[in-house]
C-alpha cells in the first residue's frame, strides 16, 4: 500500500518501522513482510526527483569535498536512481587483515557475511555465472585482473514499486520526513518516532522495532539530532558520525600501452601480497583511454570547446600552463581504493545552522589519515613499475605520488561508509554484530554506514546482503519487541 503522507496522515501501528527507501530498506521491509510482519516504510522524498526534498540533503563541508548533495538522491529508491551498477563482493582477507589505524574490523565473520551473497546477486538482476575479468592478470604477482559484475542497474524504486503497492501488510508512506527518534531510558527503547510533512505538520508513528537505512551521513545526524538519545550518554553514542570512509578516486597519472596492447578497459585489483608487503589498502585501479574531452562548472561548454580546439590543434602541450587538461585517445589511470576507518579523522557531525524542518544540518569532514596518503603513494609505485616490468608499457605518475609537499589528487565515489560501525561491543562501535545499537532494545541501522571496514569495491551488493542477514535476525524475533 502506498500512501503520500502529504494529503494522508494515516499512520498505523507496525511491528516494524523502517526509515528510509533505498536499496536498504526496501530490500530488508519486502523479505520482512515475507516473513510475515506487518511494516511500515518511511520515504522522505516522493517517487520522483524534487527540490523541496534534494534541498535537505545540504550540509557543511570541511577538508575534501565529498559532494554530498549532489551523489545522493532523496526519492524513493534512493541513490539507486543514479546507480552505475558495479558490483564486486568482498574477500576474506577483509574480515581478517588487521587495519594500520588500530580498530577492529568485522565483528562476523567471512562465511557468516557471503551466505546470503546468492540472494544478493539475484535482487540486484546479476548474470547467474558472477564475477569475472576480461583480461588476465598483472604478471608479477602484486595484481590481479579485476573479476566483477555489471547490474542493469537495478532502480530499486521502479523494479519493486509494483509489489510494495499490492502488499497489504507493507504500508509505504511516502513525502514522509523522520524528524526525531524518542528515546525512552526507562525502558531502554525508542518509544515512537516523530514524522513530518514539507508544510511542517508533524504526526507520531509507533512500532516494535525502528530501522534507519537513511545513508551514511543521514543516519548519523538523525541519531545526533535526538535529543533524548544524546542525553541518555549511551556509550556508543559516542561513536556516531565517526569513521566516515570513502572509495579514494585518485588521479595516478598517464600511460602509454606497449605496441599492439589493446588497453582501452584494463582493470587490476590488489593482491593480498601486495597488502601485507606495503601496508596498503585494497582497490581497483583502471587503465583506460579517454573518450573525450569533459569539463565542469558554469563556464563548461566554452571550456570543453578551448581544450578540444587545442587538441585538434596539437598545441595542447603549450595550453597546460593555463590549465591542465587530456585529449581524447590519452591514456589515464583512476582508482577506487579502499579509505581506512580513523576515530579522529573523517566524520559526520552537527553544524550550527538548521534545515527546513528545523533538524540542525550535517557538517561533512572528509580528510586523508597518513594511512590513506601512504596507501596512494606506495601504491602508485609499486602498478608503475609492475606495469612496465609486465611489458605492458610505461606509467606516468603524478608529480604529488613523489612528492610529499604536493596535495594529492582525490575525488570521492559516491560510496559513504562507515558512520555507525558494527562491532563486538560499544567500546568500539555503534551497532552489534546484528545491527542492533548498543543499549538500545529496539533500534537497528541498515546500510554501509554499519561497515567497520570499506573493502576495495562498490558498497551496494554488501549492504544488500547485510539487509538480507537483518531480515532473517527481524524474522526470528517475529513481531516481539
Same mark, same amino acid.
Given at each position: 500500500m502506498l500512501r503520500d503522507f502529504q494529503t494522508d496522515k494515516t499512520l498505523g501501528e507496525y511491528d516494524v518501522c523502517v526509515v528510509g527507501g533505498g536499496p536498504a530498506g526496501i530490500t530488508l521491509a519486502l523479505k520482512l513482510v515475507e516473513n510475515g510482519l506487518r511494516v511500515a516504510l518511511l520515504e522522505a522524498g516522493g517517487l520522483a526527483y524534487s527540490e523541496a526534498s534534494q534541498s535537505l540533503y545540504a550540509v557543511e563541508k570541511q577538508g575534501l569535498d565529498l559532494y554530498a548533495e549532489t551523489t545522493r538522491l532523496r526519492y524513493l529508491g534512493g541513490t539507486s536512481n543514479h546507480w552505475s551498477g558495479r558490483c564486486r563482493p568482498f574477500e576474506a582477507a577483509d574480515f581478517t587483515t588487521p587495519l594500520p589505524t588500530g580498530l577492529p574490523g568485522w565483528p562476523i565473520s567471512f562465511e557468516e557475511f557471503n551466505r546470503t551473497l546468492p540472494a544478493a546477486m539475484k535482487i540486484l538482476d546479476l548474470p547467474e555465472i558472477g564475477f569475472s575479468a576480461t583480461h588476465a592478470d598483472m604478471p608479477g604477482g602484486l595484481f590481479s585482473a579485476d573479476r566483477h559484475a555489471q547490474s542493469a542497474p537495478t532502480r530499486f524504486g521502479e523494479k519493486y514499486l509494483a509489489a510494495m503497492k499490492s502488499s497489504p501488510t507493507l504500508h509505504v508512506h511516502v513525502n514522509c520526513n523522520l524528524v526525531d527518534l524518542v528515546f525512552d531510558p526507562g525502558s531502554g527503547a525508542v518509544s515512537h518516532l516523530v514524522v513530518a510533512d514539507y508544510g511542517g505538520q508533524r504526526a507520531r508513528i509507533k512500532a516494535g522495532r525502528y530501522v534507519l537505512?537513511?545513508?551514511?551521513? /543521514?543516519?548519523?545526524?538523525?541519531?545526533?539530532?535526538?535529543?533524548?538519545?544524546?542525553?541518555?550518554?549511551?556509550?556508543?553514542?559516542?561513536?556516531? $558520525?565517526?569513521?566516515?570512509?570513502?572509495?579514494?578516486?585518485?588521479?595516478? %597519472?598517464?600511460?602509454?600501452? =606497449? /605496441? $599492439?596492447?589493446? =588497453?582501452? *578497459?584494463?582493470?587490476?585489483?590488489?593482491?593480498? @601480497?601486495?597488502?601485507?608487503?606495503? &601496508?596498503?589498502?585494497?582497490?581497483? #585501479?583502471?587503465?583506460?583511454? +579517454?573518450? /573525450?574531452?569533459?569539463?565542469?562548472?558554469?563556464?563548461? @561548454? #566554452?571550456?570543453?570547446?578551448?581544450?578540444?580546439l587545442a587538441c585538434n590543434l596539437g598545441v595542447a602541450d603549450k595550453a597546460q600552463f593555463i590549465t591542465h587538461f587530456q585529449c581524447p585517445g590519452a591514456g589515464t589511470i583512476g582508482t577506487l581504493l579502499e579509505q581506512f576507518p580513523s576515530a579522529q579523522g573523517s566524520r559526520v557531525e552537527l553544524a550550527d545552522v538548521? *534545515?527546513?524542518? &528545523?533538524?540542525?544540518?550535517?557538517?561533512?569532514?572528509?580528510? +586523508?589519515?597518513?594511512? *590513506?596518503?601512504?596507501?596512494?603513494?606506495?601504491?602508485?609505485? @609499486?602498478?608503475?613499475?609492475?606495469?612496465?616490468?609486465?611489458?605492458? %608499457?610505461?606509467?606516468?605518475?603524478?608529480? =604529488?605520488?613523489?612528492?610529499? @609537499? +604536493? *596535495?594529492l589528487p582525490v575525488s570521492p565515489h559516491a560510496h559513504h561508509m562507515g558512520t555507525t560501525r558494527m562491532a563486538s561491543s560499544a567500546e568500539w562501535g555503534v551497532v552489534d554484530e546484528n545491527c542492533r545499537m548498543f543499549g538500545v532494545r529496539n533500534l537497528y541501522i541498515a546500510g554501509s554506514s554499519v561497515f567497520p571496514t570499506g573493502g576495495g569495491g562498490n558498497p551496494t551488493m554488501p549492504l544488500i546482503q547485510l539487509a538480507l542477514r537483518l531480515s532473517e535476525h527481524m524474522g526470528r524475533l517475529g513481531a516481539r519487541m
Amino acid at each position: 500500500m502506498l500512501r503520500d503522507f502529504q494529503t494522508d496522515k494515516t499512520l498505523g501501528e507496525y511491528d516494524v518501522c523502517v526509515v528510509g527507501g533505498g536499496p536498504a530498506g526496501i530490500t530488508l521491509a519486502l523479505k520482512l513482510v515475507e516473513n510475515g510482519l506487518r511494516v511500515a516504510l518511511l520515504e522522505a522524498g516522493g517517487l520522483a526527483y524534487s527540490e523541496a526534498s534534494q534541498s535537505l540533503y545540504a550540509v557543511e563541508k570541511q577538508g575534501l569535498d565529498l559532494y554530498a548533495e549532489t551523489t545522493r538522491l532523496r526519492y524513493l529508491g534512493g541513490t539507486s536512481n543514479h546507480w552505475s551498477g558495479r558490483c564486486r563482493p568482498f574477500e576474506a582477507a577483509d574480515f581478517t587483515t588487521p587495519l594500520p589505524t588500530g580498530l577492529p574490523g568485522w565483528p562476523i565473520s567471512f562465511e557468516e557475511f557471503n551466505r546470503t551473497l546468492p540472494a544478493a546477486m539475484k535482487i540486484l538482476d546479476l548474470p547467474e555465472i558472477g564475477f569475472s575479468a576480461t583480461h588476465a592478470d598483472m604478471p608479477g604477482g602484486l595484481f590481479s585482473a579485476d573479476r566483477h559484475a555489471q547490474s542493469a542497474p537495478t532502480r530499486f524504486g521502479e523494479k519493486y514499486l509494483a509489489a510494495m503497492k499490492s502488499s497489504p501488510t507493507l504500508h509505504v508512506h511516502v513525502n514522509c520526513n523522520l524528524v526525531d527518534l524518542v528515546f525512552d531510558p526507562g525502558s531502554g527503547a525508542v518509544s515512537h518516532l516523530v514524522v513530518a510533512d514539507y508544510g511542517g505538520q508533524r504526526a507520531r508513528i509507533k512500532a516494535g522495532r525502528y530501522v534507519l537505512a537513511t545513508g551514511a551521513i /543521514e543516519n548519523a545526524r538523525l541519531l545526533l539530532n535526538s535529543a533524548s538519545l544524546k542525553s541518555a550518554a549511551l556509550p556508543a553514542f559516542r561513536w556516531v $558520525g565517526r569513521c566516515l570512509m570513502e572509495h579514494l578516486n585518485v588521479d595516478l %597519472g598517464t600511460f602509454m600501452a =606497449a /605496441e $599492439g596492447l589493446q =588497453a582501452n *578497459d584494463l582493470q587490476y585489483f590488489t593482491s593480498q @601480497a601486495l597488502v601485507t608487503r606495503e &601496508g596498503v589498502g585494497r582497490g581497483n #585501479i583502471a587503465f583506460g583511454k +579517454l573518450a /573525450e574531452v569533459v569539463s565542469y562548472g558554469r563556464t563548461a @561548454a #566554452i571550456k570543453t570547446f578551448m581544450k578540444n580546439l587545442a587538441c585538434n590543434l596539437g598545441v595542447a602541450d603549450k595550453a597546460q600552463f593555463i590549465t591542465h587538461f587530456q585529449c581524447p585517445g590519452a591514456g589515464t589511470i583512476g582508482t577506487l581504493l579502499e579509505q581506512f576507518p580513523s576515530a579522529q579523522g573523517s566524520r559526520v557531525e552537527l553544524a550550527d545552522v538548521r *534545515d527546513a524542518l &528545523g533538524l540542525r544540518k550535517a557538517r561533512v569532514i572528509w580528510t +586523508l589519515a597518513p594511512e *590513506d596518503k601512504q596507501t596512494i603513494r606506495r601504491l602508485s609505485l @609499486a602498478v608503475a613499475k609492475n606495469f612496465a616490468e609486465a611489458g605492458l %608499457g610505461f606509467v606516468k605518475l603524478h608529480p =604529488a605520488m613523489t612528492n610529499e @609537499a +604536493l *596535495d594529492l589528487p582525490v575525488s570521492p565515489h559516491a560510496h559513504h561508509m562507515g558512520t555507525t560501525r558494527m562491532a563486538s561491543s560499544a567500546e568500539w562501535g555503534v551497532v552489534d554484530e546484528n545491527c542492533r545499537m548498543f543499549g538500545v532494545r529496539n533500534l537497528y541501522i541498515a546500510g554501509s554506514s554499519v561497515f567497520p571496514t570499506g573493502g576495495g569495491g562498490n558498497p551496494t551488493m554488501p549492504l544488500i546482503q547485510l539487509a538480507l542477514r537483518l531480515s532473517e535476525h527481524m524474522g526470528r524475533l517475529g513481531a516481539r519487541m
